[in-house]
């Protein structure tokens, strides 16, 4: 069993920046964040394996950055150049078991946090 608490989100002025944290327990792997918006199903932002691989959605390349440190069991993600698309809840996801392999579907993550609100205003 994996439990996951988020934290980090709130309200950010377009053009700015957040850091979104993930504590984990338990063996995990893969990580992943993903957020859903109003209306909108749920989809992958970002992902990263128990070997370090990392994938990204393609509307936040170049702008949020996934790491994580096994010390403290803990997942981040920063997020700069916050835009008001970017607005949703945003989920902290763990993958227990199966292959290595930062996936980006939601469907393949067997653990869930709570979530935490990210709103960006114009």
């Given at each position: 069993q994996v439990q996951l608490v988020e934290s980090g989100g709130g309200s950010v002025q377009s053009g700015g920046f957040l850091r979104l944290s993930c504590a984990?327990?338990?063996y995990t792997v893969k990580m992943g964040w993903f957020r859903q918006a109003p209306g909108k199903e749920r989809e992958g932002v970002a992902a990263i394996d128990r070997g370090g691989n990392i994938a990204y959605a393609d509307s936040v390349k170049g702008r949020f950055t996934i790491?994580?440190?096994?010390?403290?069991?803990?997942?981040y993600l920063q997020m700069n150049s916050l835009k008001p698309e970017d607005t949703a809840m945003y989920y902290c996801a763990a993958g227990g078991s199966g292959i290595w392999y930062p996936d980006l579907r939601p469907?393949?993550?067997?653990?869930?946090?709570q979530g935490t609100q990210v709103t960006v205003t114009s």
């Open positions: 984990a327990s338990g790491s994580q440190d096994n010390a403290k069991n803990t997942l469907g393949l993550y067997n653990y869930w946090g």
